[in-house]
């Protein structure tokens, strides 16, 4: 397991930790959202928690299935082609789920995008 592989299992475990905290007491963590954004002035936080609670757990379990698969191509197999295409997938993963949570940040909170 290398350095990267355990941040990115680091990461998930600490997202999972804050989506449970934002699901438990409905306040949107300062992490994950745009600095710019007033959570106090924010038009529909309740709608945002709830869109983003799945697509976080989603996002989590995403992050430790590739991470697992890339660890276990490297000490099962020598196919060093499994862990490039999980590193390709991850990058996808994340410019998927960046793309999500700006269009979710500028629909609920902002109010720049119809419903």
Same mark, same amino acid.
Do not use: H, W
């Given at each position: 397991?290398?350095?990267?592989?355990?941040?990115?299992?680091?990461?998930?475990?600490?997202?999972?930790?804050?989506?449970?905290?934002?699901?438990?007491?409905?306040? =949107?963590?300062?992490?994950?959202v745009?600095?710019?954004?007033?959570?106090?002035?924010?038009?529909?936080?309740?709608?945002?928690?709830?869109?983003?609670?799945?697509?976080?757990?989603?996002?989590?379990?995403?992050? =430790?299935?590739?991470?697992?698969?890339?660890?276990?191509?490297?000490?099962?197999?020598?196919?060093?082609? #499994?862990?490039? #295409?999980?590193?390709? #997938?991850?990058?996808?993963v994340?410019?998927?789920?960046?793309?999500?949570?700006?269009?979710?940040?500028?629909?609920?909170?902002?109010g720049?995008?119809?419903?």
């Amino acid at each position: 397991m290398n350095v990267l592989e355990i941040i990115f299992v680091i990461y998930a475990i600490y997202l999972f930790f804050l989506t449970v905290k934002m699901k438990r007491t409905r306040e =949107i963590p300062v992490f994950l959202v745009n600095n710019r954004i007033n959570l106090d002035n924010a038009k529909d936080k309740e709608g945002y928690i709830d869109y983003m609670v799945p697509r976080l757990f989603g996002l989590e379990a995403s992050i =430790i299935i590739i991470t697992a698969v890339s660890v276990a191509s490297n000490y099962i197999t020598s196919l060093s082609i #499994v862990s490039i #295409v999980c590193d390709v #997938v991850f990058f996808i993963v994340i410019i998927i789920f960046g793309v999500m949570t700006v269009k979710a940040q500028n629909r609920f909170l902002f109010g720049m995008e119809k419903k």
